[in-house]
């Protein structure tokens, strides 16, 4: 389980770190960086997936990732005393995340490349790629606060080297610079402890865009192959909920439908050729109602029960605005679910639905983070300085 999440120089988020539970919501007002905070988490998980780069493009670039403000903003900023402004900067731009368990922390430092110096004729013209991001720093410690003795594996621009018989050993003196240490130095007998975290960080899994238009595959009959993890726009949905009647807690599939839609039942129909759809029956029809005829509500309700009911239990599920399109009547029965799921999978629930909050807030296991904006910064509401966890980013 994640107990600590740490973010620096990331859009609105200067400087954030903190703790995590088994059950995390995540609230604030619009605009204070709820979607910042679930955008860093789900870069955390690409960098041991191999896909950081793209995804940093696809957000813009690094640069436009980067903390828009000051590099400091002083007491005077805060109070308003004088106008916030920037000065020349004293440390590099970096990205950076990072994470701690009980047993493991991670954190790894982006950055672009140095201006390039153009070499004389006739010499080759220098790259077009001068803008790609760079991993700069990665590090991995035992236990849950870093201190250089606690270091277990370091990646300082191109070189990797793993801590053994408490002497450092380089094992690799080329990485890319846009690849991460996990996806070079995974083994499981000379660096297990790189092997687990990236075995752990590829279970992360992050719903945030089901589709449910008219056009969305999940209403149309698909074929259906054993589906223990739901696809992330939900495709798969009718192959997912069979999967769970087969494999996994089928009372507790059914008890989340009724508790919803009282008297209502899910089925899946398979044709002769494999195509799997959904049947949806309910007191008083005549007839089942096929996928392509049910709400959006109801739709995406249906989803967010197979995404969370997996057979395949993961180590950590991400649920963002998981309230869109649900009528505020579903949202107590979608936090009772989430309540029970919390149980075995750590869960973060990131909403701004106050019947969904209130539900996941009667569990005392349940960790709120409020955020707030101040003077564009986004922070976290209360968190004094002997509230935050010990953080400290390898230097």
């Known amino acids: 389980m994640l107990n600590i999440l740490a973010i ?20 604030g007002a619009n ?29 813009g670039g690094l640069q436009s990732t980067f903390w828009a403000g000051p590099e400091k903003i002083s007491r005077a900023m805060r109070q308003g005393d004088v106008p916030v402004q920037g000065g020349p900067r004293q440390a590099r731009v970096r990205l ?20 390039p110096s153009r070499p004389p004729p006739p010499q080759p013209p220098v790259s077009a790629f001068t803008l790609d991001p760079e991993i700069k720093r990665e590090c991995i410690w035992g236990g849950a606060s870093y201190r250089p003795a606690s270091s277990l594996t370091e990646r300082d621009g191109s070189v990797l080297k793993i801590r053994r018989d408490r002497k450092w050993q380089v094992i690799n003196q080329h990485l890319s610079r846009g ?44 074929l259906g192959t054993r589906t223990p993890v739901l696809h992330h726009d939900g495709r798969d949905v009718a192959a997912a909920i069979q999967t769970i009647r087969e494999m996994g807690e089928v009372e507790q599939f059914d008890n989340a439908i009724d508790d919803a839609f009282p008297g209502a039942t899910v089925e899946v129909k398979k044709s002769d050729s494999g195509l ?8 008083g029809l005549l007839r089942p109602l096929s996928g392509a005829e049910l709400s959006d509500g109801t739709l995406r309700y249906l989803l967010l029960v197979a995404a969370l009911l997996t057979p395949r239990p993961p180590p950590l599920i991400v649920l963002n605005e998981p309230e869109t399109s649900l009528h505020p009547d579903l949202l107590p029965s979608l936090g009772r679910l989430i309540l029970e799921v919390s149980k075995q999978t750590q869960v973060c629930v990131v909403s701004h639905a106050s019947r969904l909050i209130a539900a996941l807030e009667e569990d005392t296991n349940c960790h ?8 564009g910064q986004t922070e976290v509401a209360e968190q004094g300085m002997f509230d935050e966890p010990l953080w400290k980013w390898p230097s």
């Open 96 to 115: 950076q995340l990072g994470f701690a368990t009980e047993e493991f922390g991670y954190s790894v430092a982006l950055g672009l490349p140095p201006p």
């Open 8 to 27: 620096h120089n990331y859009r609105s988020i200067q400087n954030l770190v903190t703790p995590l539970g088994s059950l995390n919501v995540v609230t």
């Open 276 to 283: 799997f759809a959904l049947r949806f029956t309910q007191p």
């Open 31 to 59: 605009g204070c960086g709820k979607s910042n905070l679930y955008r860093a988490l789900r870069l955390l998980a690409e960098t041991a997936r191999g896909g950081v780069v793209n995804s940093i493009a696809a957000e």
């Open 179 to 222: 690849e991460s240490l996990f996806d070079h130095g995974s083994d499981l007998t000379t660096t297990p402890e790189i092997y687990h975290l990236r075995e752990m960080i590829a279970g992360w899994r992050f719903y945030d865009h089901f589709r449910t238009d008219r056009e969305a595959p999940s209403r149309q009959p698909q």
């Open 368 to 375: 709120s983070i409020r955020l707030e904006k101040t003077l």
